[in-house]
């Protein structure tokens, strides 16, 4: 009996001691939370800040979630403005109809690079189509010489030196259109009439010639081939019988 009562003593000795000890860790551990902060009021510390995620847990009955270290802010980044394509507006007013904007946004292109071609051409264009053929004409000289535009470019270039009555130099503009462009060469011809029938003749012989698989240019061939038969009647014509009345 006196050995039951002596190991129930010690066993509740030593839990007394065991909970002591556990009790003064967690007192000691409580001690130090928000030691810089002024101590612990309540459920946040007493300059107002909020209980670490290392003292958080001694205070359960603040049913607040685990404190966790805050994560750090991602910085917006600002994309930089990519520069305005002003080619591509500029061909988009000019399909639409809208030349003065096309021009404005062509000539914007030109300010950043002086020598593009397909800027100067399609400012022409816009001109051409504005009826300002001086200027028209300046710009498409400048294209001139780019594989993409230079066909288009002297062909157009041609067109207003006939109207201004340059015969000669719209000659040669069509000249340098008509290898690539069969609608220079027809305009080639027509010009030839005023210079040479015999050159006339064999433009629109060539002309004739290079279009003869092209079905989707039948009313230009049809007139090809009646200033044809015009100038090879001009050029050989047929002699005429004499007839007696009598």
Avoid at 171 to 192: C, H, I, P, W, Y
Avoid at 217 to 241: N, Q
Wanted: net charge positive.
């Amino acid at each position: 009996m006196c050995k039951k009562l002596l190991k129930t003593t010690i066993f509740v000795t030593l839990t007394m001691i065991l909970l002591m000890a556990f009790l003064v860790g967690v007192a000691h551990a409580r001690r130090g939370c928000c030691s810089h902060h002024g101590g612990v009021c309540g459920c946040r510390c007493c300059d107002g800040s909020s209980l670490s995620y290392k003292c958080a847990p001694y205070y359960p009955s603040c049913n607040e979630r685990r404190a966790t270290p805050p994560k750090p802010k991602k910085r917006r980044v600002v994309a930089t403005p990519k520069p305005k394509d002003y080619q591509k507006l500029g061909d988009r007013a000019y399909k639409r109809g809208s030349y003065s904007a096309a021009a404005k946004n062509y000539r914007k292109r030109l300010e950043e690079n002086s020598s593009d071609q397909d800027a100067h051409f399609g400012l022409a264009n816009s001109l051409f189509r504005s009826r300002d053929l001086e200027q028209a004409a300046v710009h498409y000289e400048k294209a001139t010489t780019s594989l993409t535009t230079r066909f288009l470019a002297n062909n157009n270039l041609g067109v207003i030196r006939y109207r201004h009555g340059k015969i000669t130099k719209a000659a040669e503009a069509f000249s340098q259109a008509a290898t690539g462009d069969e609608r220079a060469m027809f305009n080639l011809a027509v010009v030839k009439e005023a210079e040479s029938l015999e050159g006339a003749r064999d433009t629109w012989r060539a002309y004739l010639n290079a279009m003869k698989d092209n079905k989707g240019e039948m009313k230009f061939r049809k007139i090809a081939k009646m200033r044809l038969a015009i100038i090879d009647e001009a050029l050989s014509p047929k002699p005429v019988e004499a007839v007696d009345d009598k």
